[in-house]
């Protein structure tokens, strides 16, 4: 391999030392949380998902290849095609600042940049290539240093948590090639099938022939629970596992690597956490990857993997990995190189959003963005795209103030448009769009024919304000967006005597029934329409697993024969995999069990929402063949039952 030249690779990092920057502007952080998008959009996966939710997106054959693919890179650093091209991009890398801060928040002096960099001995790079295991959640470095290098700290978006020094983090059982070590013996630089960079030398352990054959030689699993003790079978924890983590899987158990007193790797083995862990690859549906999207809602921002968590690209990254799909490391190659995309860049703002609303496939494509991508989830009724993505936060700026430098802080992964914090004057009104580059497909995935792929709008209005253009916005001032309140009834109702809020109108016999979307048990959307000509009673409860709503359940289903030829309809905000389970275990065939906990679109339409709980109040409402409303009760305490013989008596006369 080319020797490193060291001596121009010190220049060019010490002359970007020598002039030291100054900023006027008045730096703002926003850690109040106070974005519309996060408190009216739900923040579940789940609560988007299509109704063919459970149908695959990849063949079988294309993730057995995409899978097989993915497990060669992994193990690529074992191979005599070990990825070069992580070292010259490691050293490619100019660190082009214009000083660097240390963890003290003070300049770091040339001097101390020279012992950090001759701390590498780059000038006899590399002195060795040998196989071995992370066998710890650890980082790779810039510097064999856990010194960090901050940027002007005083400028919005630099100091912490953006630590240049910081290339990745990786998890433990992560296949590398060790090609050198620091003066001191504490680094390692190693080379992991997706970057590259100094590790503890603590965190490394070298494996033997007889070492790789037996790891290599079963199946791998995928840990699918973010941060679950692996635990041997006298319950020390061996290891936190991490979701995007692979480990051999032998029957029950898992083999996790670990580092004896000689540096060399031995393996433990763990019993196989419940629900932590799935054989590779996991079924590639919808579905799926909303449930792993879920367990890593609202995991922390860490830029690089800083302190162990994620940034969005690190998040996107094992978010694909049950399902056996490679992606690079950061956000840039895994737009451009990691599936088949369309081209974004250079469009108008309004052109993006077509392009995405006609090729964008929820669950299964992203959208690159200049330094950023995320999941792409739908798009809601006035056309807004939807991304779920981890994100530090979002730029602040005033016309009216151009000393504002800011930043209103997320922090987290979250579910967002893409115009997070326009409705504040102090945030660009334009977004994420101008940034956006790529409409990026999973990894086997063809972008699909415009004719092929019929997207349909969330139905996230009126479960949650929509979000619309601004029709009284002036000509040539950028489109702003607003939300539209709904109504609220304070102290409606009580549950245990304390008072509640219900959302939505105050409908009235002899209203015209509005309108909604839930799923039912199998997931399938159901609307009005579908059940249209019929007299319906709408059975309202909280939760079927609670006794008085299982009393109100299980009376509908019984007696329902009595009610004639009706439609019985069981709203709910359980989960659709819960009413499947609940049925099953009832025998219940006879009314039709729906779910309100996407959006909340039967709840707000109907006035029954409560907003403290996000549960639907315990009601009956009963609608004729016309879709009018003919008797309304909503049960003034939510633990008590609905009045059952007024409203047999209601549908009787109706029925004549």
Request: charged share 25%; proline share 7%; aromatic share 8%.
């Amino acid at each position: 391999m080319t020797k490193i030249p060291f001596a121009a690779l010190l220049a060019a990092l010490c002359y970007s030392l020598l002039t030291a920057a100054s900023s006027s502007a008045r730096v703002v952080y926003d850690r109040s949380g106070n974005i519309d998008d996060l408190k009216r959009l739900p923040q579940s996966a789940a609560a988007y998902l299509p109704g063919s939710a459970s149908q695959r997106l990849l063949s079988k054959d294309e993730q057995k290849r995409q899978t097989d693919e993915c497990v060669a890179r992994f193990f690529s650093p074992w191979t005599d095609e070990w990825p070069q091209e992580h070292v010259e991009t490691f050293f490619s890398w100019d660190l082009s600042k214009e000083n660097f801060w240390g963890g003290t928040l003070l300049p770091i002096t040339p001097e101390r940049m020279s012992g950090m960099l001759d701390q590498g001995d780059l000038k006899n790079f590399p002195s060795r290539s040998l196989r071995a295991i992370a066998t710890a959640n650890t980082d790779l470095r810039f510097l064999p240093t856990v010194e960090p290098l901050f940027a002007d700290p005083d400028r919005a978006g630099e100091g912490w948590p953006f630590d240049y020094s910081q290339n990745s983090t990786m998890w433990s059982g992560t296949p590398l090639r060790v090609l050198h070590e620091s003066r001191d013996g504490m680094w390692l630089f190693c080379v992991c099938s997706f970057a590259a960079g100094w590790v503890r030398a603590q965190d490394v352990a070298f494996v033997s022939d007889e070492f790789v054959g037996a790891y290599r030689a079963l199946p791998l699993a995928a840990i699918t629970v973010d941060e679950v003790p692996l635990r041997d079978a006298g319950g020390h924890t061996l290891i936190l596992g991490r979701m995007g983590a692979y480990f051999p899987q032998k029957e029950n158990t898992l083999l996790v690597p670990l580092r004896n007193e000689r540096g060399e790797a031995v393996i433990a083995v763990a019993p196989v956490p419940p629900d932590a862990s799935a054989p590779l690859p996991m079924e590639l549906t919808a579905e799926n990857v909303a449930r792993m999207a879920d367990r890593l809602m609202g995991t922390l921002y860490g830029w690089g993997g800083l302190n162990g968590w994620r940034d969005c690209s690190a998040t996107m990254r094992d978010l694909l990995a049950p399902f056996g799909l490679w992606l690079p490391r950061n956000s840039s190659p895994q737009a451009r190189k990691s599936g088949n995309f369309v081209e974004l860049a250079g469009l108008s703002d309004e052109e993006k959003l077509n392009a995405i609303r006609t090729y964008g496939v929820p669950f299964a494509s992203m959208i690159g963005m200049k330094g950023h991508i995320g999941l792409y989830l739908g798009y809601d009724e006035s056309g807004e795209p939807l991304i779920l993505h981890n994100s530090w936060g979002i730029g602040m700026k005033r016309d009216d103030d151009p000393d504002l430098s800011g930043r209103v802080l997320i922090c987290k992964t979250a579910v967002t448009t893409l115009h997070p914090g326009s409705e504040r004057d102090d945030v660009p009104q334009g977004g994420r769009v101008p940034g956006i580059i790529t409409l990026t497909m999973f990894p086997g995935l063809a972008v699909p024919a415009k004719e092929q792929n019929p997207q349909k709008p969330l139905a996230l209005s009126p479960a949650s304000a929509k979000i619309e253009a601004n029709a009284g916005a002036p000509a040539g001032k950028p489109d702003s967006r607003r939300t539209n309140p709904m109504e609220e009834r304070k102290n409606a109702i009580t549950m245990k005597g304390n008072p509640l809020t219900l959302v939505g109108p105050q409908l009235k016999v002899g209203d015209k029934a509005p309108d909604f979307c839930v799923v039912d048990k199998t997931m399938a959307p159901k609307s009005l329409k579908d059940y249209e000509g019929k007299i319906k009673v709408f059975s309202v409860a909280p939760s079927l697993d609670t006794p008085v709503c299982d009393l109100q359940a299980t009376w509908f289903n019984e007696d329902a024969a009595e009610l004639g030829d009706v439609y019985v309809l069981n709203f709910s905000m359980d989960l659709p995999f819960a009413l499947s389970r609940y049925c099953a275990a009832k025998g219940f065939d006879k009314v039709d069990t729906l779910s309100d906990h996407r959006d909340a679109s039967f709840g707000t339409a109907y006035g029954v929402l409560i907003k403290e709980l996000r549960l639907l109040a315990r009601a009956v409402f009963v609608v004729d063949r016309d879709d009018v409303i003919r008797y309304i009760e909503i049960v003034p305490e939510a633990t008590n039952s609905v009045n059952f013989d007024k409203l047999l008596e209601v549908v009787k006369d109706l029925a004549k």
